[in-house]
């Protein structure tokens, strides 16, 4: 992996990749700003390995706000998302209140919003949608919950007809939870089939399992989040016999990084996607172009 953390080599690499696909900047629909004590409680789990990780996790990007903001604006990333998600009943409107706030001061991040199965889960959720929340994330695999619990049943209508697309970790990986894998979010989106879901980390590790469900439902995007690079192909490598589906998809792949929180250069997501051979014009769309379009922006 070339370049090292968050110094002039790492963006370099960055931008030399930006340029050489003629690109106008990137646009990264999964990195993470939270309130500085709930980040610091994330990678302190990280740091202990804890058992949805079971592995070494060093954070490469472990700097203040300010500092984290410099790097991703010097990387040429022109959009970013601030993927937050509670782990309990009663954190997921004090957070939505969080990100509306960095939203409105950071105004190159899409206004992130979540939710979380509980008594007043609808109300929030309009409100979040009502100021303006661009994109939410659900992380059933920290928060332990059934994507199809009845409580969330009015979200997802309100999320599939105004359109707002839904980040949701929902693979097994990297250790399997409760309410992970491709059947649940199947059953979600036999009675939803406009919900525009965005599938983390390519649904790792039953990749071919959330290609079908993209083929079948043509709201459903996945990102590219950790996925092909050398950290993940240790453990969960993406199946070569699947490569042709994933170009065959290519207007509906977004990149995405989990930036701060991984154990590599931000470059070298990059340059696995353009390792995985599949053209310039796949590239740039993966890069900049759907989420472009997705998000209407540039």
């Not at 919900?195 to 290609?211: N, R, W």
Request: hydrophobic share 40%.
């Amino acid at each position: 992996m070339s370049g090292t953390n968050g110094t002039s080599g790492d963006v370099d690499d960055v931008v030399r990749f930006r340029e050489r696909l003629g690109l106008p900047g990137l646009i990264d629909v999964h990195t993470h700003f939270m309130p500085e004590r709930v980040l610091r409680k994330v990678w302190a789990y990280f740091d202990s390995a804890g058992p949805l990780t079971g592995m070494e996790w060093p954070i490469a990007y472990r700097h203040d706000e300010d500092e984290r903001l410099a790097l991703l604006r010097s990387f040429g990333v022109r959009r970013f998302t601030s993927m937050l998600y509670p782990h309990k009943a009663g954190m997921a409107a004090w957070l939505n209140g969080w990100a509306a706030d960095f939203a409105r001061r950071v105004p190159d991040c899409l206004h992130t919003a979540t939710f979380f199965p509980e008594e007043g889960v609808e109300r929030y959720v309009r409100e979040a949608v009502e100021a303006g929340a661009r994109v939410f994330k659900s992380h059933v695999q920290v928060g332990a919950y059934d994507a199809n619990d009845p409580l969330l049943e009015p979200v997802w209508g309100l999320l599939s007809e105004a359109g707002i697309p839904v980040v949701m970790h929902c693979g097994s990986g990297p250790a399997p939870g409760k309410h992970t894998g491709p059947e649940p979010v199947g059953r979600l989106l036999a009675r939803h089939p406009r919900l525009p879901l965005i599938v983390a980390h390519m649904g790792m590790p039953e990749y071919t399992d959330f290609l079908d469900l993209a083929e079948r439902y043509p709201r459903v995007r996945l990102d590219t989040t950790m996925a092909f690079t050398d950290f993940t192909e240790d453990f969960t490598p993406f199946p070569a016999a699947e490569l042709g589906r994933l170009a065959a998809l290519g207007d509906r792949i977004l990149l995405g990084t989990d930036f701060p929180n991984i154990p590599y250069p931000y470059a070298h997501q990059l340059h696995a996607l353009e390792r995985l051979g599949l053209g310039d014009d796949w590239l740039r769309a993966v890069c900049h172009g759907n989420a472009s379009a997705l998000f209407a922006v540039d």
